[in-house]
């Protein structure tokens, strides 16, 4: 069972900045994609940034520019910095990982989900 934790999440200021952390828990855990998704109320769940299997980097167009993922040099750990928020980044962010070696941005229904953490704006 793999677990992912996020944290770093709380409330923020319009033109602030924040920074989300994921860690993978699971010691023989090993993911090409990891990515972090948002779910807003009564919005529907939209990626926001990934690292893909072959190395690049996505972003939704919303956050290009503002938001800038990263990791560590372990691979365990994925951190997304959150730059110049907006009122429409107010969301509850997940981390997740692929669970069948597909697409953790294109697939996301088979990933490995965390827990979320919640990022308010005001």
């Known amino acids: 069972h793999v677990q992912l934790v996020e944290s770093g999440g709380g409330s923020v200021q319009a033109g602030g900045s924040l920074r989300l952390s994921c860690t993978a828990r699971?010691?023989?855990?090993?993911?090409?994609?990891m990515a972090w998704f948002r779910q807003a109320p009564g919005k529907e769940r939209e990626g926001v940034a990934a690292?893909?299997?072959?190395?690049?980097?996505q972003y939704t167009d919303s956050v290009k520019g503002r938001f800038t993922l990263s990791r560590d040099n372990a691979e365990n750990t994925v951190h997304l910095q959150m730059s110049s928020v907006k009122p429409e980044d107010a969301a509850m962010y997940y981390c997740a990982a692929d669970r069948h070696g597909g697409s953790c941005w294109y697939e996301p229904d088979d990933n490995y989900w965390g827990q979320g953490t919640q990022v308010t704006v005001s």
């Open positions: 690292y893909v299997s072959d190395g690049s980097l």
């Open positions: 699971t010691g023989t855990f090993s993911s090409a994609c």
